[in-house]
């Protein structure tokens, strides 16, 4: 039955759905053009599908009324042109988005069938009234004593010329600054982005977690950017340090191993041994990429141990060093399944004799 079940399956789907279009693209992608008053331009997309389909060509977005088409139909694909006639004045500063897209329409009627949609955007960039800037920090995580790699844009968004005094500092996790790296001065014309690159040297620095802030003023205002960055020790511990394991059974427990290292460590593995037993276990190795956690499994046999508790003494492993840390583990209860069955069972009965009875007393 299964069989021809998935045979009537197939054939519904091969008779409903008889086609599928989902390679349908546009080149470019997008446009970026700044505002100016009565701005005529042309932009030019060429939409194609690997479908004979009809593309019905549209407009949408911001900015939409201001865009005629050369052609609203094509066949498989071709080349449109966007006529864009911009205003004498846009009220809303900022990005607007203008999109240009290509929809496929069905040809023939009855069943169902899946069309694709694609758009490409124009970006036209107002300018706000005035001086205005916005700013943006990209920094990098490095280990102790490597420089920090860090790039810095900022734009002039307003309708005027501003000078900008721009700096970076780094702040531990306390609060104070540690670091201050200077970018110096910069004229911005309207729609001007410049862009800085550089190092801030650390070899000051300890292992850690710091924010770095850019700080950029003009005119008036501050513009500040904040973002998270990490110095890297060659260290790893175990995240996590209490286990349950079985009696009369051998044992896999995982460990979590946290890399406070920026680059990837090849090889880790953990070797324990119960303190004051015989009891040991050696893991098999694994990679840690940067400042992550991994977890690695243990097998140990703990039959011969005694106490409810006990600890292990572990030693990770890892490019030529090794982290010592102690674990504590917990017998779990030995208690037979069945006696939760049997006071559960004793429960119920009990509960049901309290109904019982109450509802006696309450006819009485």
Sequence with gaps: MKRYYFIGLFLFFLLFFPRVNASLGVSPAYYEVDFEPGLTRVFTFDFFSDEESKLMIYTEGDLSEYVDLSVKELRKGGRVNALLRLPARVAVPGTHRLLVGAKQVPEEEGGFALFGN??????????????YAEAALGVKNVNA???????????????ETIQTVSYI????VQGTVVLTHSLGTASLQSNEDKQFKGELESESLKSGDYMARLVVTYAEEKVIVEQKVRVGELYV???????????GSINSFELELESFW????????????VTNSSVSFVTSSISLEGFSKTKVIAYFDPSSLSASTFSIDTIIHYAGKTTEQSIMARFRSSSSPMLYVAVFVVLLVVVIAIIIILRRKRKK
């Design 145 to 159: 004593g490597q420089p920090i790699p860090y790039e810095v844009s900022i734009q002039s968004l307003g309708s």
């Design 262 to 273: 920026n680059d990837p460590l090849d090889g880790v593995y953990v070797s324990g041994n």
């Design 169 to 172: 500092e780094l702040v531990d």
């Design 118 to 131: 694609i758009r490409a955007v124009i970006k036209v960039h107002v300018p706000y009234p005035g001086k």
């Design 237 to 247: 511990r175990i995240s996590n340090s209490s286990y349950w394991v079985n009696r």
